[in-house]
C-alpha cells in the first residue's frame, strides 16, 4: 500500500529565509503530485501540482518531482509569516481514485 | 472563501450516538470526497462519489459509516454508533469531472466530532 511521508515534522525560518520541504512515496506507479496549505481552523487549500519529472515555478513557489528518487519537495522563496501553515502533500496512483496526504509539515516564519 | 460547505463545524455525541455531517460541493463540481483528519494530521480517506455512485470506499466505512450523495440534495456523511476513537475533523471535498485522482481538490473547512 502507498506509504506517504513528509520531513521535517515541523519547522520554523526567519521572514525572508527560502523554506524547503520534503515528501516521500513509497509506489513508483504513481502519478499525480500535489502540495496543499493548510492555515489553522481554515480548510487546506491546493498550491501546486506536477506529473512529471523536473521543476514548475508559480510565484514563489516552486515544486520539484523526481520519481525515480520516489521524491518530490516545496520550496517556499522569501517566505512570510502569512505562509505559516501546515503543508500537506499528496499523491496519487494511475489506477486509484484518490489523493493520499501525508501527515503534513508545520511551518512557523518569525518577523 | 471556502465554496465548499460543510455542516456543522461542530458537533459532540456520546459513544454510541449517531453522527451526521453534510456537504455541499462546490458547483459543478461531480467528484465527492470525505476525509477524515485524526489530532496527529493523518489524512485517512473515507469514500468517494461521482455523482450519486460510490468510486471507492475504505473497509472502516462499510461497517459504522454510511455516505450518500443524492442529486439535488447536500452530501452526506453518518457514523452510526460513534466510538471515541472516531473523534477527528471530517473535511469534505470536490474537484472536477474526470479528476478524482489527478485534480485540484477544493476543501471545505470541515465538521469537528468529539465523541466523550
Known amino acids: 500500500q502507498q506509504k506517504v511521508q513528509q520531513s521535517p515534522e515541523s519547522l520554523i525560518v526567519p521572514e525572508g529565509a527560502m523554506t524547503s520541504l520534503n515528501c516521500t512515496f513509497s509506489d513508483s506507479a504513481s502519478q499525480y503530485f500535489a502540495w496543499y496549505r493548510q492555515h489553522s481552523g481554515k480548510a487546506p487549500k491546493a498550491l501546486m501540482s506536477?506529473?512529471?519529472?523536473g521543476e514548475k515555478e508559480e510565484g514563489r513557489f516552486t515544486i520539484h518531482l523526481n520519481k525515480a528518487s520516489l521524491h518530490f519537495s516545496l520550496h517556499i522563496r522569501d517566505s512570510q509569516p502569512s505562509d505559516s501553515a501546515l503543508y500537506l502533500c499528496a499523491v496519487s496512483m494511475w489506477s486509484g481514485t484518490y489523493q493520499r496526504f501525508g501527515t503534513g509539515t508545520k511551518l512557523q516564519v518569525v518577523p | 472563501n471556502s465554496k465548499v460547505i460543510q455542516t456543522p463545524r461542530y458537533l459532540v455525541k456520546g459513544q454510541g450516538q449517531k453522527a451526521k455531517m453534510r456537504c455541499i460541493p462546490e458547483k459543478g463540481h461531480p467528484v465527492v470526497f470525505w476525509y477524515q483528519q485524526n489530532k496527529n494530521n493523518e489524512f485517512k480517506f473515507l469514500i468517494n462519489?461521482?455523482?450519486?455512485?460510490?468510486?471507492?470506499q475504505i473497509d472502516m466505512t462499510e461497517k459504522r459509516f454510511s455516505a450518500e450523495c443524492p442529486s439535488n440534495s447536500p452530501c452526506s456523511l453518518e457514523i452510526q454508533s460513534s466510538e471515541a476513537g472516531d473523534s477527528a475533523l471530517y473535511l469534505c471535498a470536490s474537484s472536477l469531472p474526470g479528476h478524482s485522482n489527478t485534480g485540484q481538490l477544493y476543501f471545505g473547512e470541515g465538521s469537528k466530532l468529539t465523541v466523550l
Open positions: 506536477i506529473f512529471s519529472n
Open positions: 462519489f461521482q455523482n450519486q455512485e460510490v468510486l471507492q
